[in-house]
């Protein structure tokens, strides 16, 4: 089992910058690919980033790409998505997720979530 537990969302104007956190505990989490999904109110839960078990390679979606940045440290089991020009169309709860090595952009590849944490753009 994976524990996880994100932080940093808030409130924050158009433009701004935000930090949030993934904080992993249980198995070795160098072991597992985590990715950042979003989800709007009324719509589906979609891709932002991911980042492959070592670090060495990112993925960010077209609508992040240049705004937003994926980043892990394995030695304190975190995770990070520093999120800078910020839009309103950010507006959105904010999940990490993981899977064991592999890779996937879509919900249903990854078997640990975590609760989620509210990031809202306010233009």
């Known amino acids: 089992q994976v524990q996880l537990v994100e932080s940093g969302g808030g409130l924050v104007q158009a433009g701004g910058s935000l930090r949030l956190s993934c904080a992993a505990s249980g198995r070795t989490f160098s072991s597992y690919t985590m990715s950042w999904f979003r989800q709007a109110p009324g719509k589906e839960r979609v891709f932002v980033a991911l980042?492959?078990?070592?670090?060495?390679?990112?993925y960010n979606s077209d609508s992040v790409k240049g705004r937003f940045t994926i980043s892990r440290d394995n030695a304190k089991n975190t995770m990070y998505l520093q999120m800078n020009s910020l839009e309103p169309e950010d507006t959105a709860v904010y999940y990490c997720a993981a899977r064991y090595l592999g890779l996937g952009r879509d919900p249903g590849d990854y078997n640990y979530w975590g609760q989620g944490t509210q990031v809202t753009v306010s233009s």
């Open positions: 980042i492959t078990w070592t670090g060495g390679s990112t």
